[in-house]
């Protein structure tokens, strides 16, 4: 198991395995991604996983379903669905659809449900009506906390540029 989120060369070597031969330790390599930021290279480990578990789509729909699941992290919720879920082909998301239709309810992570949302609208044109419904409810949603950001900076900061 890698010592931290920069040790690369045993994350690498435990990617080179099957998934079989890692299934002991499978989700224990999916809490990995939980450490992906942008700059990916500020934790190659998470981004050597999450080609693994792409690269795995259909042994590791079990793992990926409990962390949508029961997870509440969300920023581990948020890469899995912005990282590894796009890449995945329809049959290894199908198990997914509840998880993922409950992160698009879940208003307190817009990011993440709408991301969730992108998924489900992408495989499943068919729901488009209830997902179309939850869409605009986010668009209104981001758009009024879009103003408050403008209002809050028109109050407290039209001397100058927002301090860093």
């Known amino acids: ?39 990916a290279d500020e934790s190659p480990v998470a981004q050597i996983f999450i080609h693994f578990f792409i690269r795995h789509a259909d042994a590791a729909v079990e793992d990926v379903e409990k962390a949508l699941r029961t997870s509440k992290l969300d920023s581990w919720k948020y890469a899995i669905v912005t990282q590894i879920l796009p890449e995945w082909p329809r049959f290894a998301i199908d198990p997914l659809k509840n998880s993922l239709a409950q992160l698009v309810t879940d208003t307190g992570n ?4 709408l991301m969730a949302l992108r998924i489900l609208a992408k495989y499943y044109p068919q729901d488009r009506e209830w ?31 927002l301090p860093e």
């Not at 994350?11 to 939980?34: C, F, I, M």
């Not at 817009?110 to 449900?113: G, L, Q, S, V, Y």
């Open 1 to 39: 198991m890698p010592f931290s989120k920069t040790d690369s060369e045993r994350a690498q070597n435990l990617a080179l395995l099957d998934y079989a031969t890692v299934k002991p330790v499978s989700y224990e390599l999916l809490r990995w991604v939980r450490t992906y930021r942008v700059p």
């Open 110 to 113: 817009p990011e993440t449900a």
């Open 131 to 161: 997902l179309s419904g939850w869409l605009t409810y986010y668009v209104g949603r981001m758009e009024r906390n879009l103003w408050e950001a403008h209002q809050i900076t028109d109050t407290y900061f039209s001397d100058g540029p």
